[in-house]
């Protein structure tokens, strides 16, 4: 029971909305390499990947989140590091595939995207997680948007990266995404 309680802490955070407090983006670029048009964000206990231009700021129940610099009037495309406590140790693989069925359990009119198997460094460690691109709705009467995260635990420490974005946004905006989730590293 506990364990769901902490997968809807990261899921509440998966859904976040695009109202986000501003700050600059400011970070070391030890650890993963910086790749054009990107920016090492170093959060301590993670590194990430950031378009240079996206915003980072402190919102509820996150370690980080970042915005993308070009406004939508109902939603602004965003990213998000959480870091949740479990009860015990659980593997990432298995975190993951929790934390998928909740978000698919979740999301009214879910569309189901990309799953795909993939290794994420925790603790310097390439360790097996999923990486999900998904549709759906925070409810009925909202807007369809995009969802994708990846997770990772170390010990009893969860971390999920999610990032969320209204469909028909474009590709660009879902390729800047993937590539920061794609390159979230644990420490």
């Known amino acids: 029971m506990r364990k769901m309680a902490i997968i809807s802490v990261a899921l509440s955070s998966l859904l976040l909305s695009g109202c986000l407090g501003i700050a600059s983006i400011t970070g070391s670029t030890s650890g993963i390499k910086a790749i054009d048009g990107y920016t090492v964000h170093d959060g301590g206990s993670f590194k990430i990947l950031v378009p240079i231009g996206w915003e980072v700021s402190a919102a509820p129940n996150v370690l980080v989140a ?20 479990l009860p015990g140790e659980a593997t990432t ?89 794609r390159s979230f590293e644990v420490e």
């Open 66 to 85: 970042f915005r993308d610099n070009v406004r939508n009037p109902s939603f602004t495309a965003n990213v998000v590091v959480v870091k949740n406590t």
């Open 93 to 181: 693989l298995d975190y993951a595939k929790v934390l998928y069925e909740k978000i698919k359990n979740s999301l009214s009119s879910f569309k189901e995207g990309a799953q795909d198997a993939t290794q994420l460094r925790v603790d310097g460690v390439a360790t097996d997680t999923i990486f999900t691109d998904v549709q759906g709705r925070e409810g009925p009467d909202r807007d369809l948007k995009r969802f994708m995260h990846l997770s990772g635990v170390s010990g009893t420490t969860a971390y999920v990266v999610a990032g969320s974005m209204l469909v028909g946004e474009g590709e660009a905006t879902a390729k800047k995404m993937e590539t920061m989730i």
